[in-house]
Nanobody, 123 residues
């Protein structure tokens, strides 16, 4: 059974930092494209960042570029999202997702999803 489990969310003040983790099991994800998405109340789920299987190639939404960093540890089947300089508009449920190949920023292209972790940024 394939599972993606996010952790690391919480409440933080604006300007603060959080590090999200996504632990994968039930499948070898070392060659998979991994992505982070988020969904704020009343809004559609949106792309945040993606990383290639090797970890060499990354891509970010303009809204988080320069503040967020995606990385992965394939030995531990884990993907991370380091979030710095957080803003109230970053408040959302953050999800990690996986797909077999090909970079994508589209939610429908991803096969596996975690249950999400809440990030709340207070002003």
């Amino acid at each position: 059974q394939v599972q993606l489990v996010e952790s690391g969310g919480g409440l933080v003040q604006a300007g603060g930092s959080l590090r999200l983790s996504c632990a994968a099991s039930g499948r070898t994800f070392s060659s998979d494209i991994m992505g982070w998405f988020r969904q704020a109340p009343g809004k559609e789920r949106e792309f945040v960042a993606t990383i290639s299987g090797s970890g060499v190639s990354t891509y970010y939404a303009d809204s988080v570029k320069g503040r967020f960093t995606i990385s992965r540890d394939n030995a531990k089947n884990t993907v991370f999202l380091q979030m710095n300089s957080l803003k109230p508009e970053d408040t959302a449920v953050y999800y990690c997702a996986a797909r077999a190949r090909g970079r994508s920023i589209t939610t429908n292209d991803y096969t596996y999803w975690g249950q999400g972790t809440q990030v709340t940024v207070s002003s």
